[in-house]
């Protein structure tokens, strides 16, 4: 199985800052990396995928970047609507795991 | 846009069994697979397997596989997830999600969750 590790596990910010999430693949997984947001109560929506294709709809201050075991996902400047926790996901294997997620809060 | 409607919360007790559900709006069910993912309270995500409709072709993870079943109704464009016997560990909600045809698509459309409780 691929493991996948997030840091950090939580993370405080104020609206405006730069946050960058990193996922970690046991082993190498080229380009087949996912990322999720979840709202508390809702369910996950896709934002990236492919490490870095945003998807259609997401803003623009959401990036992603990452190949091999290393991934990052970044929001260049935090707005209220992205306190959130957010998840990386593997597609290069049939077994798709997740990490085990980063939380937004508000500082 | 498909969108997927997922059957209403179920309280149970520990040895029944459940099956719930998860429909597909598009006109089509075909060239795209249906996963399932469990969150345990206050926990992450979890994936538990995935169905093509199209031949009803299944793939469990480890974790899940012996525990539940996955099955389609192609007449109905329905999903579903079924356990024999529940234990109180599978008290989560249950979101089935859309995946593209090919093995490195993500998950690009969720259902809402069902909602089991076991106790």
């Known amino acids: 199985d691929i493991r996948m590790t997030q840091s950090p596990s939580s993370l405080s910010a104020s609206v405006r800052d730069r946050v960058t999430i990193t996922c970690r693949a046991s082993?190498?997984?080229?380009?087949?990396l996912n990322w999720y947001k979840q709202k508390l109560g809702k369910a996950p929506e896709l934002l990236i995928s492919d490490a870095s294709r945003l998807q259609s709809g997401v803003p623009s201050r959401f990036s992603g970047s990452g190949s091999g075991t290393e991934f990052t996902l970044t929001i260049s400047s935090l707005e209220p609507e992205d306190f959130a926790t957010y998840y990386c996901?593997?597609?290069?294997?049939?077994?798709?795991?997740f990490g085990q997620g980063t939380t937004l809060e508000i500082k | 846009e498909v969108q997927l409607v997922q059957s209403g919360a179920e309280v149970k007790k520990p040895g029944e069994s459940l099956k719930i559900s998860c429909q597909a709006s598009a006109d089509t069910f075909i060239g795209y697979w249906i996963a399932w993912v469990r969150q345990a309270p206050g926990k992450g995500l979890e994936w538990m397997g995935i169905?093509?409709?199209?031949?009803?072709?299944?793939r469990y993870s480890p974790s899940f596989e012996g525990q539940v079943t996955i099955s389609v109704d192609r007449s109905i464009k329905t999903v579903y997830l079924q356990w024999s016997s529940l234990k109180a560990s599978d008290t989560a909600i249950y979101y089935c999600?859309?995946?593209?045809?090919?093995?490195?698509?993500?998950?690009?459309?969720w259902g809402p969750g069902t909602l089991v409780t076991v106790s």
């Open positions: 082993q190498t997984i080229s380009v087949s």
């Open positions: 169905i093509y409709p199209g031949d009803a072709t299944k």
């Open positions: 999600a859309k995946r593209g045809y090919f093995p490195q698509d993500p998950l690009d459309s």
């Open positions: 996901q593997q597609s290069h294997t049939p077994l798709y795991t």
